[in-house]
């Protein structure tokens, strides 16, 4: 189906352990982006990639990393998770038609 | 921050009424786009509009930008509790396809 997938759709993980969350789309849009979802925040860019091997920060990066060594996916990776990440996480790709955006995941670090 | 604003937080309607949502932003833009967001969902793409365009229809949806402002305005018309939601804009810096989001508008339509 076309789209854009995310995986898990839930996530409970212990402080200090390390979690990927996957991002696959099918558009092959040249953009693809991360948001993290927070109560009196709204949605918040935490990184972006422009194309294959080009990645840059958002406004919230810190303790996050990502790859994107293929167009169609976009892996988001806590190091080394803390409380404060607790959120839902929104992967997106964008074309010329706009930002689509995948279900969601949420992730809760206890 | 980057982040646009968008005004009133949120609002309250009765069935069959008008509602409208009002987003700023502070740079050049290619393009803003506004989404739809039930609560505990993802994100659902309403309507883009580009930073040539002034305004822009779809079904009850209207949108306008007005770049000299930086703001853009979504107008809902003859709203149903099915719009009960929050509104997002979401505007793309010029020259790439970076999109940064609004605070939001909490709509709540009473039947």
């Known amino acids: 189906d076309a789209g854009i997938t995310q995986s898990p759709r839930y996530k409970i993980t212990e402080t200090g352990r390390q979690v990927t969350l996957m991002c696959h789309q099918t558009?092959?849009?040249?953009?693809m982006f991360w948001y993290r979802q927070d109560l009196g925040h709204g949605l918040r860019l935490i990184y972006y990639s422009a194309a294959a091997d080009i990645t840059d920060k958002g406004e919230v990066p810190d303790g996050y990393v990502v790859s994107r060594s293929k167009t169609e996916n976009f892996p988001l990776t806590l190091e080394s998770a803390t409380r404060s990440q607790t959120s839902v996480y929104f992967c997106a790709s964008a074309g010329s038609d706009g930002a689509f955006f995948g279900q969601g995941t949420r992730l809760t670090v206890v | 921050s980057q982040q646009g604003e968008e005004d009133p937080q949120a609002l309250s309607i009765q069935e069959g009424e008008n509602a409208t949502m009002n987003c700023s932003y502070k740079t050049s833009i290619n393009n803003l786009q506004w989404y739809r967001q039930n609560s505990g969902r993802g994100l659902v793409h309403l309507i883009l509009i580009r930073s040539n365009e002034r305004e822009k229809h779809s079904g009850r949806l209207r949108v306008t930008l007005d770049t000299s402002k930086k703001s853009s305005s979504l107008l809902i018309t003859a709203s149903r509790a099915a719009d009960t939601a929050s509104y997002f804009c979401a505007y793309g810096y010029s020259g790439t396809y970076k999109y940064i989001f609004g605070t939001g508008t909490r709509l709540k339509v009473l039947a």
């Open positions: 558009w092959s849009h040249s953009y």
